[in-house]
């Protein structure tokens, strides 16, 4: 397909971080965008996205400079039949959730408390501040006796990262289902969401009742079948991040790491392309996709190595302490999907040889829509992955009416060095490791990074809903 931009060169590092701009493009298919997903310079926010509109065009998100707009824009006889639509700017958009100014949970004294144990239309006021997170993992230490874990390194800045595990007595071999949060800065409410779920399948726990999020109720007993399944929580994987993003405003996105560049966009690694899962994407890849980027100033920057960030050793040391995790969930925003594997290029379950550990198929992955490559799946892990994605977003929809769907993380454009498909290539990747299932999530789909309180509370309600069932059907399906 030929609907390139025309290539010039890639300007390099920006001293001063733009104003980011909400727009999308519309065009009669997703193949039409392919060129300017290629652009690593481009934000397209968690992923690339190209969604169906009902007048059977497609429409696909981006967060776009002045500066990027215009050059977009002078190459418009390029672009045939690709719209741009501008959307109101985040600094013209209704007030956004504020983000705490104190601390709630004093010091970790107070545990959290969360909407699902709450009479219905209870509300929480404010996002947790960085500080506040710390609290919050205390206070379920001591009112609850959840566990928390120090994890082995220091964040650039120097942040200790803690996780915690409950439900399952001490032995950590008895624990099948991890989440993690907070991963990209500026997708604000997500170690809310993790952590306020907690808060309230231990309260209910203690109080023999269940939990009621919306028009979805729950059993005690759906708890206690849930807390027994054993669950790890790692709510804030980038502590840098959401201290900066929490005090600019600026729509961050990565790490705060300065080894590759010391200024503006070029601080900082995208840690979700730093997983070890086809991470040096030009060798792995067709040059015609752009998984990640190599450039410092990208959002997506890659690192300097597999799993070279701290963030990205910790995610991956809980895989470690905790050998039968059988389920993986990564918190993200803000779209409105439950991806499941593959997100390197299109499944297929017939030809197993076609894998990503084979290096005949080098230089051959990402395009989707063709049969070059595709990524070998079995055929009964696809029908249980489906399965769990789809009784999530069956029961995130049912909470309030808000829209959700399922599909598979690759969806137009691939990924590579994500947290999902890391924790599903496991198992083929290194021997006697536990399979995982991995997910990634893309709460509140109002593509706004920063939720109004509204959205921010709907979002807790949908999401904490989402996990039980997402829980209950994995455990339906098998844990051990
Ligand atoms: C990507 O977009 C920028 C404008 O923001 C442009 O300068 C650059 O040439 C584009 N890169 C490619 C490879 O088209
Ligand atoms: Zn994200």
Redesign the pocket.
Known sequence: MKYS?I?????QSTLVLAELLPVHFTAPSAAHFQALVA?D??DFGCRAVAHPLEDGRFKLRAFLTE??IS?VQSEYDQLSDIKLVRETPFSKRAATAPIGTGDRFSGGTIAPSGLGTKAAGSTIASIMNVNEIGSALKGLNSVYGVNLITLPYKTFNGATQTAGYVGAGTDKSNYHLYFSAGVHARERGGPDNIIYWISDLLAAQKAGSGLTYGKKTYTNAQVTTILNAGIVFFPLVNPDGVTYDQSTGSNWRKNRNTKSGSSGAAVGVDINRNFDFLWNFPKYFDSSTAPASTSPSSETFYGTAAASEPETKNHVSIYDSFPKIRWFMDIHSAVGDVLYSWGDDDDQSTTSTMNFLNSAYDGKRGPTGDSTYKEYIPATDLTNIRSVATAMVNSMKAVGGRSYSAQQAVGLYATSGASDDYSFSRYWAKSGVNKVYGYTLEFAPSGNFYPTAAEFNTNILDTNAGFMDWALQAIAIGVE
Do not use: G, K, V, W
């Open positions: 931009l290539a010039s060169l890639i300007l652009n310079t481009f500066e990027q050059h």
